[in-house]
């Protein structure tokens, strides 16, 4: 008699807790920069019945703050370089149309090692495009990501926020052919989910990766990225340097005037803005580096930043306030899991140098994205084995080579030995020359 009570209540407790689960397609765990855009790739997708897929949005921060643009930063905004690829599949989601008047253009790359005759320039124009990519406030793609999935969403795409996965249960592989719900999630405000796909898009702390047991390995180059935005004497002429010194890279990335600048710049060509010469600023240097020139008093740090950079752009006129971030190599040991992926930060983050952490991380939406149109118009299962097989051997290939890419470039610009720093400037002089290296460099750094 005990035991039967103990049944009927425990069956009670499994009938509340299945009318109270959420049932979606698509969870995906994040609504950042990667998490958005992931959505919005999915939000028009349809099963064979016409049905649209019914997609989760887990996001720790509140709806209304997971990408505020703050227009009135004159100088504080952190960017993006967005690659050509990359404001190609934006333009194809919807978005580029709320960027295109606050991206600056890139359409010259110089670069080039100070104290060394080592010089390369990579043109647009030499390639047959307008720009090979694109500089703009990261903030702003996020707003205009979440634009652009508000003008999508048909009731398909549901947002808990502010929430996070706190546990994760994987149905064995038996339960298959009995359950379509393969993975349920409990949230931190005792929400329950299920789905047939959880995306990872939760960055580099990603929880649903830790709730995995995924390892990382980890990376740590001993250097910082200060960022900055400074404006400088002369005008940039839409041209991006990567300038190699002794006090580390610098990367000086083209931004157009500020909205309420624009009014006054009435210059327009191939539909760019009028030159500016506001920049971001990404310098990369040792943690003890960074401490002594944050503490510099802004004109002490306008000398430091000139005697580095050279008179390429003139004296730097204004510059705003200074951030440092910690640069590690983080590669995720594995990106998929049962009825599980992991996309952008969670699975990899890389050195900026050539500026395609973000770029690798778009590359993991778009194939995701394709992968799941293509499974749902043969009818498979979009959580199954077949997809997340292909989706780990096509982002393995692409990861590694860019990070070997940015890997080299760290460790041949930073050795001052005399036979690396002959080699490396031979290397940037045959860049100029050499037309399948270069185009070979060209078409990564674009994206493709």
Known sequence: MNIKNKNTKMNAMENFTQKNKQHFDVIISGGGLSGSLMALSLSKLTQNDGRLLSIAIVETLPFDQTSPADENALFDARVLALSHGSAKYLAKQGVWQYLKGDASAITTI??????????????????????????????????????????????????????????????????????????????????????????????VQSPVRKLANIEVTCDDYQQVALIANVTTSKAHHHKAFERFTEF?????????????RKASLNNSVNGLAGDTSRCSLVWTMTPAQAEQIKSLSDDAFKEELERAFGSYLGAISQVGKRDTY??????????????????????HTIHPIAGQGFNLGLRDVAVM??????????????????????????????????????????TLFANDLPPLVLGRNIGLQALNVISPFKNALVKKTMGY
């Open 110 to 203: 110089d670069i080039s090692d100070r104290g060394h005759f080592g010089k390369a320039r990579l043109a647009a124009k030499e390639h047959g495009v307008n720009a090979l990519g694109y500089v703009i406030d990261m903030a702003l793609i996020g707003k205009a990501q979440l634009k652009a999935l508000n003008d999508n969403s048909q009731n398909n795409i549901h947002w808990f926020s502010p929430d996070s996965i706190v546990d994760i249960e994987w149905k064995g592989q038996d339960e298959i052919a009995t359950d379509k719900a393969q993975i349920t999630v409990t949230l931190n405000s005792g929400e329950i989910l299920s789905a047939t796909l959880l995306l990872g898009c939760d960055g």
């Open 248 to 260: 580390g890279p610098i990367a000086m990335l083209p931004l157009n005037p500020l909205k309420q």
């Open 326 to 347: 910690p640069l590690v190599l983080l590669q995720a040991e594995r990106q998929t899991f049962h009825r599980m992926a992991l996309v952008g930060n969670a699975s």
């Open 369 to 410: 994205a394709e992968l799941i149109k293509n499974a749902l118009a043969a009818d498979q299962d979009i959580g199954g084995f077949s997809l997340l097989h292909a989706y780990q051997t096509n982002r393995a290939k692409d990861q590694q080579q860019v990070i070997q890419l940015t890997d080299s470039l760290v």
